[in-house]
């Protein structure tokens, strides 16, 4: 009998609706192709346009039915990006942003050799939002417990053993933030000794900046905390060609959402040529963590001979395809790799 996942949609906004489609028609062609798994959609409303009809971003329908589900694949929405995947991520737990930078083949500005994932911690730091501030002052409060750095550090080691990947890097800023940074990295330490078959290292943050664009080959995983790891994802994923091919999921033990990267993308919306990469990209995630790895598998090397040929290509990869065709062409890769294996 064929496993079933009801995986719950949000499109969102802009071309979160044209990606979100086209995506799962590649998804069914994938359960069909290789057989074994199916799933049941169930198409949820979130962001700018669902507030502006009914006046909330994150309707409770939406996150009853989140809550549902099996796993959520999360496409982009607008304006009200902090008043939807925030509160998701904070509602269900999902501690750990995972975010893999690889590069792939004929992506331009990608560069070469890139094969790393950040292990950004999803619930404190910075983020916490604990401030206060007059016209004169501002304060936020960066918030570092033992507990979250221990559950994220402990996911690091864990994903690099599962992944065969071989050494872990903590960054931090111990030198200049002791309470905060300094526990964090103490932490990390701790739980490396656990793993001793996964190697260790640390690096301050501004060195690990400076590192990644020289030399990023070099680097595996990556765990830090939530601002720095904010930041450095998005340098990461520069260097493997920007937003179109940058997937992300927020982890946590019992529960995921996987999401591209980028927003809603207001400049190109309605022209129906964002790029499906980074969605697709993130629905591989959400194969493996389902533990349908031969079909993570396939589809990310259907994707892989389409980029590869260069023929169906959207604007931002160079070509002239549509959203539509290079999900299709990513669909008939899936076909013909099933035929064979
Ligand atoms: P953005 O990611 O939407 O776009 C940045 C640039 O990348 C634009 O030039 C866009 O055309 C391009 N781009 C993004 N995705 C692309 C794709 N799949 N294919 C080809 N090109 C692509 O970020 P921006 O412009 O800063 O924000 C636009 C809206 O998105 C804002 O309202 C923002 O709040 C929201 N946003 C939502 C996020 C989410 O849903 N998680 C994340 C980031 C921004
Ligand atoms: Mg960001």
Not at 32 to 56: H, N, S, Y
Not at 179 to 203: I, N
Not at 286 to 314: H, P, S, Y
């Amino acid at each position: 009998m064929a496993k079933r996942y009801r995986v719950s949609v949000i499109p969102g906004d802009g071309v979160g609706p044209e990606i979100a489609f086209p995506v799962l028609g590649v998804l069914e062609t994938l359960s069909e192709a290789l057989g074994g798994f199916r799933f049941e959609f169930l198409c949820l409303d979130a962001g700018d346009e669902v507030k502006r009809r009914t006046g909330v971003a994150l309707p409770e329908e939406t996150l009853e039915g989140v809550k549902g589900s099996d796993v959520c694949l999360f496409i982009a929405v607008g304006e009200t990006a902090s008043e939807v995947i925030l509160p998701l991520r904070q509602r269900l737990n999902l501690y750990a942003n995972v975010r893999p930078a690889k590069t792939y083949p004929n992506v331009p500005h990608g560069r070469p050799g890139v094969d790393l994932v950040i292990v950004r911690e999803n619930t404190e730091g910075l983020y916490r939002r604990v401030e206060d501030g007059t016209e004169d002052w501002g304060v936020s409060m960066r918030v570092i417990t033992r507990r979250a750095s221990e559950r994220i550090a402990r996911f690091a080691f864990e994903l690099a053993r599962r992944e065969g990947r071989g050494r872990v890097t903590c960054v931090h800023k111990a030198n200049v933030l002791k309470s905060t940074c300094g526990l964090f990295r103490d932490v990390c330490r701790e739980v490396a000794l656990q793993y001793p078959e996964v190697g260790f290292d640390e690096m301050y943050v501004d060195a690990c900046a400076l590192r990644l664009v020289m030399n990023p080959g070099a680097f595996d995983v990556i765990v830090t905390t939530n601002l720095f790891g904010d930041i450095l994802s998005d340098l990461t994923a520069g260097l493997v060609g920007g937003l179109g091919m940058a997937p992300s999921g927020n982890i946590g033990d019992d529960f995921a959402i996987f999401e591209p990267v980028h927003g809603s993308a207001p400049d190109i919306a309605g022209k129906g040529i964002a790029n499906p990469s980074a969605a697709i990209l993130s629905a591989k995630m959400m194969l493996d963590w389902l533990g349908e790895k031969r079909g993570a598998e396939v589809l990310e090397r259907a994707l892989i001979e389409v980029l590869k040929e260069g023929r169906i290509l959207t604007p931002d990869l160079g070509g002239r395809a549509k959203t539509q065709e290079m999900a299709e062409a990513v669909s008939q890769k899936i076909r013909e790799i099933a035929e064979v294996i």
